[in-house]
Each structure stands twice: as structure tokens, then as C-alpha cells.
């Protein structure tokens, strides 16, 4: 697992993070459907059997049974918050 983030997404993690009890970003599983899987973001706190990706102080989190399936992300800033926008080298 990989996480690149342009810089007004970083901002808005930072920001949005600051002080918080769930203070990472967790990818996990929303959605198998034709054998494609869907994938969200959720804040969270770490745990013990995560793998975990840190960019600029902002940790990033999934299972480790589920971050193979992670691979590379790219997160943008959007008029909502943040979202992934491109999962690629799976």
C-alpha cells in the first residue's frame, strides 16, 4: 500500500484529524459486486494487525488481509472533503 495525496488534501487531513480520538485514514472494503471490489475511506483509530502508511504525519491504515488489495492510491481534494481518485498497479 502506497498513498500519494495532493497538497490541499494533505491540508484538509491535517486539519480535519487535529485532536481527534480516530485519528487515522482507513481504507477497507464497502462493496464486492461483478467481481470488482469497491473501496472507501473511513476515520479510524490504527490497530495491532493493520499496515499502516504515514505521509506528511497522516497516518494511513487497512487490515493487512485487505491492504494487498489497496495498492497504489492518489487522494484529491473535492468540494466534500477528500476522496480517492485513482487506484492504480493493483
Known amino acids: 500500500m502506497k498513498v500519494t495525496a495532493s497538497k490541499e488534501a494533505i491540508e484538509y487531513l491535517k486539519n480535519y484529524l487535529k485532536d481527534k480520538e480516530k485519528n487515522a ?8 459486486c461483478c467481481g470488482t471490489a469497491e473501496m472507501e475511506m473511513v476515520y479510524d483509530k490504527p490497530k495491532a494487525d493493520d499496515d499502516v502508511y504515514e505521509l ?13 488489495l489497496v495498492g497504489n492510491i492518489y487522494i ?8 480517492i481518485k485513482r487506484n492504480y498497479n493493483y
Open 56 to 68: 506528511e504525519g497522516i497516518k494511513f491504515v487497512a487490515s493487512r488481509e485487505f491492504a494487498f
Open 25 to 32: 485514514v482507513r481504507f477497507q472494503l464497502c462493496e464486492v
Open 76 to 83: 484529491e481534494r473535492t468540494e466534500h472533503g477528500v476522496d
